[in-house]
């Protein structure tokens, strides 16, 4: 795998739009040809090199590109957008959209992510290693299918409404999650662990969410067994855990939720 | 004495439009038929020393200038920017909400309304479960059951009940009041509760665990003694006043909206009535407080396929409340020009927001001196839609009506259709070199 | 302004001209026999002409239609329409937003456009977002199917004030055409019920949809409006509900028709002919209603296709909607209306791989192929509710070529649609006349405009669509992709003389008319009826009657249709 280093060396007013960033455009391109790629700053169309310095090299396709990120890219948006192979590294903290509707690959962030990062992936590894923002691995505005595929996990804590109208895959949060984790859930995999605020797997119908503490369980979750070392998802979790059934708020709910007894 | 029936009031989503008004040489004398909120604005139009000309913020405060001055100003404004943000437009006529979506569209901005403040939560609910809704004559006609939660239309829409709720009598509702029950829903008991004939006090905050509380009883689940500082009892027995009456409502207003869950809260309580439809009728409409907020969503959607928060930064529609929405794009330092068009953001944003709006480029047009006005760099006061500037405005539950004209603007005033349509051509002009 | 069009291949079944090499003269923009002066000329040569395409019945502009798009903005995020050369931007897969539904149509070929459904409490609505629809001209149909006073009037025995009543609603609204969307069902749903046969009672009204149907039937008729009654008649999409379309056809068969045309549009036939009683021996009666409908002459008809894609599902009639949604689950919007109709919205997969939307496709071709008479069975997918109306080129397509329904029949469908439907055995090929049918002229015949519509004789407007097509080069059997590609986008739009597209690109956005009926009835009878009116406006509606009537500033270009009907008196 070749290697593609864009060093930030100048930071947007506005924010900074730059799905262009991506292994699947840099790949066969000359760092010249990818530092004269458009990304857009508000209304106004500039070029990559603007504010990055590239150096390194391209491979030869999606899959043998790896692009490092020196810096910090909070106000860059949509890195990684649609990628299906490659890798990316981001070296400080990434803004929104980064890996939205990612279908393969890698990415490492080294700082936090903000919002809506990685919507409707549908697979590749993503690891985080900072906090995530709200609306990690959720669907966008409208849309009932959320993420399919991929593994997300976030070394720190993320923000609420995580994984909304989940179809698959997996995130593992390793420290706490604000409210509405799994809101809307339908398949895929939750596992926090640290503590997870009120309204944990709301009006979920499907899928499974393991938390090391809630604030607080909804109604409409039924308690339905306790069990020692349980076996979920075919992952082995030490302790007692608490078993609930939900969201009975509604009627087709066949959720579940798992919580350490402390 | 000129006597003008049939006026719409432009205050609140109720948008009543039987007001009676009677002016005369130039002054309201009364305006018969309307509450004390929509008396107070007809009657603002007798208030003296309103500013006609635009003033303009220079090295010592601000001084007045001509609006070609101001248009100007605005249009370069507008142009240099990288992401303008132009936002309000919930108190004009969708005619002039139409040049302004043209505008942002133009200048490549982003266009936002007060909904990002008020309902947009229930928009973005909406777009993740749907809508069962009705017109108000339905209401009137129809409904045995009305519930208002976090919404005091005493207060915020005071004839809200006596034309379409509580009181007025129905096809299917002859005996008016006697044929209805009205549960209230909200933190305190407010006046509202005081006339309901169930009152719910739900702990703050709590609302979301209240809307799951029911669902899942009406699924036939069950729940704890108390949910949400509510007991069971009280909870199954309003829950059976829904399933077994013959039309219900639900009203929901920005105490719903914006207690914490947001658009959550009202994702479920859609869905709690969407799940009551297999028992009976029932639906639900937004108390939306603004008169023509309604209509600004309704305009963006058919233009650009989105209610709120568009991003035309990149030369097409971009939607995404949380990320394009004014309060975040100010916090976040994301814009760098604001133009406000009928709203007082100095007044109700977050302080983060307003910090940021102080920092950039900003104008506003504004009939009234607001902290908007004095906080933006350009204002420029323009005439009163809907009682001297005609045009259209869509009620809380869509329906659109045509504001009337009762008097002429001040002589030297311009609607904000006419001052938008100066900026949208010196924007052009400019874009052009010339 | 002056335009020749030179040595096309016209194709004008109104005027029997069928591949014909012919000019056609355009000046100060209708249709004209000779130019008198220095003109553009647009060499045709190898190309296909034809005039604009009409739309009779698509749901581009309206106040579900706004909802629709409101509740799906990942529909508006799957399609985007940036702004260029002058161009507004938009949005939308399903249901593109205004200026680009236009500027789509145009390109498509289209010049009139017409929307099905108006709620008249939302005519305001309607007619401001068609003010926003560059190009084509367009109409909208104001809704009657759960019309207090029309069921008064029908209960109380009154036909005149019926008519007098109907005709100051479409004063009212500036609608152009009597609509009817399940008649009593969208009254009943006021109470969370329906009517799904013709006899079923109206809660409260005492009257059933028969009389509903029946009764504008007549009125339609003594009013003398240009069009039928358009009719979407009880239990769309139930299996079984053949039944119920044949006989509320079968209403209407005495009626006599004042313009000589049908009295009764079935609209969006394909959801109303289906056989079985449930979903799992679901099948086409395509067949049957085609036998009804080649048999009697008071009946034309739109297929009202599905394309097989993911689309939004909007129409007047609630409680289907409602029922789609326990259906999928997927998120619903009810918008009952007070006096007059409840339009619902839900969105909508169609799934090649499901038996019975693979059928739903096989019955909306049949019914093509079925019926013999062109001018009886128009094309429409009822947009977007069998999918979206930028599918048209493919329908047409699979209209021309055996091999291309062959090969989706054997290849991209569910095989159920083999079994269900009689599709496969069909070897019947639309020539490209046909296509004109089905596409313009029908339409324009239909809808009782064809001396200006949907023809390029002497006198029609100057709107012409030329495609990229070259009938002495493409066999369409063969060559169904040219087919389909060569309908996508024309070479020139030309609307009232004017180039509006070339090469596919939208080079001018004039302002297109906006049509309206105004049935003017004895002057007396209006009178007594508007009593009845105030009255009932003042107990009942949410607005005041005053503030009811779409001013005359809500249309931009205006066309009042006026029409003496003071016999009704
Ligand atoms: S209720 Fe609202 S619209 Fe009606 S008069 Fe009062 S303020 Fe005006
Ligand atoms: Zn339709």
């Known amino acids: 795998m070749k290697e593609i280093i864009l060093k930030v060396i100048s930071q947007p007013t506005v924010g900074l739009e730059a799905e262009n960033i991506a292994p699947k455009v840099f790949a066969c391109k000359s760092s010249m040809e990818i530092a004269g790629l458009p990304i857009y700053e508000g209304n106004r169309e500039r070029r990559l090199g603007d504010f990055f310095d590239v150096s390194g090299e391209a491979g030869e396709a999606e899959a043998e590109t790896r692009i490092v990120i020196e810096g910090d890219v909070r106000l860059t948006k949509r890195i990684g957008q649609g990628m299906r192979a490659g890798e990316i590294h981001i070296k400080g903290s990434a803004g929104m959209h980064l890996g939205s509707k990612m279908r393969g690959g890698k990415v490492t962030v080294e700082g936090d992510c903000e919002a809506f990062c990685f919507q409707e992936m549908r697979g590749g590894v993503v690891h985080i290693k900072g906090n995530a923002g709200n609306y990690l691995g959720s669907a966008t505005r409208g849309n009932w299918r959320g993420m399919r595929g991929g593994t997300i996990t976030v070394d720190g804590n993320a923000g609420s409404e995580i994984a909304t109208f989940m179809k698959g895959g997996k995130i593992h949060v390793k420290g706490d999650c604000a409210s509405f984790a799994g809101v809307h859930m339908n398949k895929g995999f939750i596992v926090i662990d640290g503590r997870a605020e009120r309204r944990i797997g709301a009006e979920m119908i499907g899928g499974t969410i393991v938390a090391n503490e809630v604030e607080a369980m909804l109604a409409g979750f039924k308690p339905v067994e306790t069990v020692k070392a349980p076996e979920i998802e075919s992952e082995k979790f030490t302790g007692n855990y608490k078993k609930y059934s939900g969201d009975h708020a509604d009627s087709r709910a066949k959720g579940t939720v798992w919580v350490k007894i402390q | 004495m000129e006597i003008h029936t049939d006026v719409i009031c432009p205050f609140c989503g109720t948008l009543c439009d039987d007001i009676e008004v009677h002016v005369e040489n130039g002054r309201v004398m009364e305006a018969l038929n309307a509450c004390k909120l929509g008396n107070a604005k007809f009657m603002s139009m007798n208030k003296k020393n309103r500013h006609i000309v635009p003033m303009v913020r220079g090295e010592d405060g601000f001084t007045e200038t001509t609006i070609e001055d101001a248009v100007e100003r605005v249009a370069r404004m507008l142009v240099d920017a990288k992401k303008p943000l132009l936002y309000g437009w919930a108190t004009t006529e969708c005619e002039a909400q139409s040049v302004g979506i043209e505008l942002a569209e133009e200048v490549g901005g982003v ?294 004209k009762i008097m002429d603007a001040p002589a030297g005033l311009y609607s904000d259709r006419e001052i938008l349509e100066m900026i949208l051509l010196k924007v052009r002009e400019i874009k052009n070199g010339a | 302004m002056e335009l020749e069009i030179k040595n096309g291949v016209v194709f004008d079944p109104l005027n029997k001209v069928d591949g014909e090499k012919k000019d056609i003269l355009i000046r100060d923009g209708r249709i004209v026999e000779k130019l008198k002066g220095k003109h553009d000329v647009i060499d045709a040569s190898g190309k296909l002409v034809m005039p604009g395409g009409v739309e009779i019945h698509s749901h581009f502009a309206g106040g579900k239609e706004t909802a629709g798009r409101m509740l799906r903005p990942e529909d508006g995020a799957r399609t985007v329409y940036p702004k260029r050369n002058g161009l507004r931007s938009g949005s939308g897969y399903s249901m593109p937003s205004s200026f680009t539904a236009g500027y789509l149509y145009a390109q498509m070929g289209y010049t009139m456009c017409n929307t099905p459904a108006m709620p008249p409490l939302f005519a305001r609505h309607t007619h401001e977002e068609l003010g926003d629809v560059p190009i084509v001209d367009k109409s909208a149909y104001p809704t009657f199917d759960g019309n207090w006073f029309v069921m008064r009037y029908l209960k109380e025995g009154d036909p005149d004030k019926l008519a007098a009543c109907v005709a100051w609603f479409l004063r009212a609204t500036k609608g152009l055409v009597i609509k009817i969307v399940n008649p009593g069902g969208t009254e009943n749903w006021g ?63 005495e009626v006599k028709s004042a313009n000589a045309r049908q009295t009764v549009y079935l609209t969006h036939a394909q959801f109303h002919s289906f056989g079985g009683d449930s979903w799992k021996n679901f099948e086409s009666k395509a067949d049957e209603l085609a036998k009804y409908i080649n048999r009697c002459d008071h009946v034309v008809c739109d297929t009202g296709n599905v394309t097989l894609d993911e689309t939004t599902t909007m129409t007047s009639d609630g409680p289907m909607e409602y029922f789609l949604h326990n259906l999928t689950h997927l998120k619903w919007v009810n918008k009952d209306v007070e006096l007059e109709t409840a339009p619902g919205i839900t969105p909508f997969i169609y799934s090649r791989k499901n038996p019975v939307h693979s059928v739903q496709w096989a019955i909306g071709l049949e019914l093509a192929l079925l019926i013999d008479d062109p001018f009886k069975v128009l094309l429409a997918t009822d947009h977007p509710n069998g999918g979206p109306f930028t599918r048209y080129p493919r329908i047409i397509a699979w209209l021309m070529s055996e091999p291309y329904r062959r090969y989706y029949m054997e290849e991209r469908v569910h095989k159920g649609a083999q079994k269900g439907s009689s599709l496969a055995t069909l070897d019947r090929e639309y020539t490209f006349s046909d296509i004109a049918v089905v596409t313009r002229a029908g339409q324009a015949k239909a809808l009782g405009l064809s001396e200006l519509k949907g023809h390029l004789g002497v006198g029609a407007h100057g709107d012409v669509a030329i495609y990229d097509i070259d009938p002495a080069q493409v066999d369409p059997s063969k060559d169904f992709k040219a087919v389909e590609k060569g309908f996508a986008k024309t070479a020139y739009t030309i609307k009232d003389g004017e180039i509006i597209v070339k090469d596919g690109l939208i080079r001018a956005t004039p302002q297109g008319r906006t049509y309206w009926a105004n049935p003017v009835v004895d002057h007396e009878l209006d009178r007594e009826m508007l009593k009845d009116v105030e009255q009932y406006f003042k107990k009942y509606y949410s607005v005041n009657l005053a503030n009811y009537p779409v001013q005359k500033e809500y249309l931009k270009r205006g066309r009042e249709i006026q029409i003496d009907a003071r016999d009704v008196k």
Not at chain 2, 159 to 175: A, D, I, L
Not at chain 2, 327 to 341: K, M, Q, T, Y
Not at chain 2, 378 to 390: F, K, T, Y
Not at chain 3, 238 to 253: A, D, S, Y
Request: include cysteine.
């Open chain 2, 111 to 404: 266009i936002d309304s007060c909904a990002s403040v008020c309902h947009g939560p229930s928009v973005l609910a909406i777009q993740d479960v749907g809508f069962p809704s009705v017109t108000l004559g339905e209401v009137k006609n129809r409904a045995d059951l009305d519930i208002y939660w976090g919404s005091n239309p005493m207060h915020a829409h005071p004839r809200h009940m006596s034309r379409y709720s509580r009181y007025p009598r129905g096809y299917f509702r002859e005996r008016g009041q006697q044929d209805r029950t009205v549960i209230v829903i909200d933190v305190r008991r407010t006046d509202t509760a005081g006339i309901a004939d169930k009152f719910l006090q739900v702990s703050p905050g709590d609302d979301y665990e209240l809307v799951n509380a029911f669902r899942t009883l009406l699924n036939g689940g069950d729940i704890p003694d108390e949910v949400a500082g509510i007991a069971k009892k009280d909870i199954a027995s309003a829950l059976e006043l829904m399933k077994t009456c013959q039309f219900g409502m639900l009203f929901f207003g920005v105490g719903l909206t914006m207690s914490p869950g947001k658009h959550r809260n009202i994702d479920n309580a859609i869905s709690l009535v969407v799940d009551l439809n297999k028992y009976t009728k029932f639906n639900l409409i937004p108390m939306r407080g603004h008169y023509n907020v309604t209509g600004f969503s309704e305009v963006l959607t058919w233009q650009s396929g989105f209610p709120f928060g568009v991003d035309y930064t990149r030369g097409y529609p971009q939607y995404n409340p949380g990320e394009t929405t004014s309060v975040e794009l100010l916090s976040r330092g994301e814009v760098d020009a604001v133009f406000v068009v009928g709203s007082d953001p100095a007044a109700n944003f977050p302080k983060k927001a307003v910090e940021h709006l102080a920092k950039i480029p900003s104008a506003v047009i504004e009939p009234h001196e607001t902290p908007t006005t004095y906080l933006c760099d350009l204002n420029i006061p323009s005439a009163i839609a809907g009682i001297e500037v005609e045009g259209t405005a869509y009620r809380m539950d869509n329906v659109p009506i045509r504001m009337r």
């Open chain 3, 191 to 253: 109470w969370g019920k329906n009517a799904v046969g013709i006899d079923d009672p109206v809660i409260g009204f005492d009257v059933t949809p028969a009389q509903i149907v029946k009764g504008l039937a007549e009125v339609n008729e003594r009013l003398k409006l240009p069009h039928s009654i358009h009719l979407h008649p009880n239990n769309l999409g139930k299996p079984g509900n053949i039944e119920t379309t044949v006989e509320t056809l079968e209403l209407c068969r």
